[in-house]
């Protein structure tokens, strides 16, 4: 037998005219987080009960989750510890209802009771295991024995609640059939049926279904037809709200989520960044976080997700992966030259045309919604040529021209190519730096002077200026209609005069109080191809005349290079 002969396929739910697949969501749905109980039973080191409290406030005070199941109070003492703690040390605001797991068993149930004394609203939640492979291989027992101890565990706790409702409890009630996917649907309808009328339901006294996938084990889709056809059978559905409670197994818990949503679910268990048993409950974050991205209010704030997750991962121990959806480390990056354009596109898209919406390609969030920065693009050698620019220009304020772009995308590009490694932004300025700013030789402008006159409108430069190469000094004089031109005439003649100006561009530039201009110059050698150069002074007349410079010595330096390693291959 080969190994995957071993597996019992899932045998999906015949349903007719399914509707779900042409619903929306349309609305957040009552969100319930477990990262106190299911989250905090599959950690390796579950929370202590500082960690649990702060958690507990990161919940309800920051995100805003209206109910929390915080814990197991009958399955162990620090359970019931952090029980009594958060309705005795007053931590929980008015509008927040704690909520209380126990199995479907009496002395658990009494147990609970005790623990949930004094609390203002309750949601008392217990469960039994019903699917096929649970009554078989666990249980041992057939339908109406596992239906039995749901509706014995209704009743006591029907019975237990009326002193406790009479006293002004707001207590609720919440049954799951667990392993509700791996469940044949005809017998969940039966049991579940079975404990709402156990429980009294109506629809002014709703019980809660949670209906969890304990173990994913089919596709969304089949999960959806389940829930539908579930749904339907129902007798008295309005005497439930039903509940998602997904687990992770198959990769697809928000699929799942979403898909159940679309069949009529209308409230989510959840856990942040997807904490829980095995592959984790489904994440809490992503969910809500895909819903606001479809224009739809997902009623919790995770406008500082940065925060949300140190206190997370802190508490937990837990650490969130690079890419989790939303909250990673990579999630704002983009490497891939193609995907850095068109994000630079779509952010100058968005400058210009005022649109009020969102439109930048593969960004499919704003970050600052996050509470994050858009980290620029960051390089590696899968990066193009307009990444590096867009670095210089969001991070540094150096705004080149587009047709720069390529020259310092490739001096990027071998830095990335020879050391194999991302280039961080600072990296990055520095190749700038030393690729232009800080050329100075073997041309230096020594001194120089401008004298300006206007006639008629029209205005007449003379340049002087006095230029250093290797040791060796020599003044040049140039007139012109301006800076540059009267420059340019003044090297004329010059070894220096080899180029012919393309383009230049200049911006100022400002360093906290200190405002520079900057200026970029585009020369074309006499092969044709181009260099270029940039200047930058507290001088606007000065800055381009350094560009220009900057060009010039840029190419002699290259040149001497090339020259030196023919020397050198020719002397081999
Ligand atoms: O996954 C599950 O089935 C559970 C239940 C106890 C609700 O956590
Ligand atoms: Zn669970």
Redesign the pocket.
């Known amino acids: 037998m080969k190994g995957y002969e071993k597996y019992i396929p899932f045998v999906p739910q015949p349903i007719e005219n399914r509707t779900w697949p042409d619903n929306l969501i349309t609305k957040a749905p009552t969100w319930c987080s477990?990262d106190l109980?299911?989250g905090n039973q599959a950690l390796i080191d579950p929370m202590n009960m500082e960690e649990k409290l702060d958690m507990f406030h990161m919940l309800v005070d920051q995100i805003g989750v209206k109910e929390v199941e915080i814990g197991f109070p009958s399955a162990s003492d620090t359970d019931f510890a952090i029980c009594r703690e958060l309705i005795e040390g007053g931590h929980i605001p008015d509008d927040v209802t704690i909520q209380v797991?126990v199995q479907a068993r009496p002395h658990l149930i009494k147990r609970t009771f005790e623990a949930i004394q004094g609390a203002k609203h309750v949601i008392f939640?217990f469960?039994n295991s019903t699917s096929t492979l649970q009554r078989k291989v666990v249980f041992g027992l057939d339908k109406a024995g596992i239906t039995k101890i749901a509706t014995d565990a209704a009743d006591l706790i029907y019975e237990m609640a009326q002193p406790v409702l009479a006293s002004g409890m707001d207590l609720r009630y919440e049954y799951?059939p667990?392993?509700?996917m791996g469940t044949e649907m005809d017998y969940a309808v039966e049991i579940c049926a079975a404990v709402l009328d156990h429980l009294h339901a109506a629809p002014e006294h709703k019980v809660i279904l949670?209906l969890?996938?304990?173990?994913e084990n089919c596709m969304p889709n089949q999960f959806a037809d389940e829930l539908e056809y579930f749904i339907r059978k129902l007798p008295g559905r309005d005497r439930a709200i039903i509940s998602l409670?997904p687990?992770n197994d198959r990769g697809c818990g928000v699929a799942t989520t979403e898909a159940g949503l679309l069949a009529g679910a209308e409230r989510v268990?959840a856990c942040l960044f997807g904490n829980?048993?095995r592959t984790g409950?489904v994440d809490m974050i992503t969910v809500a976080m895909n819903m606001y991205v479809q224009g739809v209010d997902p009623e919790l704030d995770f406008s500082n997700i940065d925060e949300i997750r140190q206190l997370y991962e802190r508490c937990t121990k837990m650490r969130v992966p690079e890419r989790q959806p939303y909250a990673g480390d990579l999630v704002f990056t983009a490497f891939s030259g193609s995907h850095q354009d068109a994000i630079n596109k779509g952010f100058n898209y968005m400058e210009q045309s005022g649109t009020g919406k969102w439109e930048v390609p593969y960004l499919p969030i704003d970050p600052t919604d996050l509470g994050r920065v858009y980290e620029p693009i960051r390089i590696n050698s899968q990066s193009g040529k307009g990444g590096a620019a867009f670095i210089m220009n969001h991070k540094f304020g150096f705004d080149m021209p587009k047709a720069m772009h390529p020259e310092f995308g490739e001096i990027v590009q071998e830095e990335s190519d020879r050391t194999g490694k991302e280039l961080k932004s600072d990296v990055i300025f520095q190749l700038f730096k030393e690729h232009y700013l800080d050329i100075n030789a073997p041309y230096r402008l020594v001194k120089h002077a401008f004298h300006e006159e206007t006639v008629d409108g029209k205005s007449h430069v003379t340049f002087t200026g006095t230029i250093e190469i290797d040791d060796t000094r020599f003044i040049v004089v140039g007139e012109g209609n301006g800076p540059i031109d009267a420059f340019f005439n003044a090297i004329h003649g010059q070894k220096m005069d080899k180029y012919t100006f393309v383009d230049y561009k200049e911006h100022a530039i400002s360093n906290g109080s200190d405002s520079q201009a900057v200026a970029y110059v585009q020369l074309r050698r006499q092969d044709g191809s181009d260099i270029f150069g940039v200047g930058l002074s507290h001088n606007i007349n000065l800055a381009p005349l350094r560009a220009i410079l900057c060009a010039i010595n840029r190419d002699k330096l290259q040149r001497r290079k090339a020259e030196a390693e023919a020397a050198q291959a020719s002397e081999r």
């Open positions: 477990v109980r299911d797991l939640h469960y799951s667990e392993s509700f949670n969890p996938t304990t173990v409670h687990h268990e829980g048993e409950n």
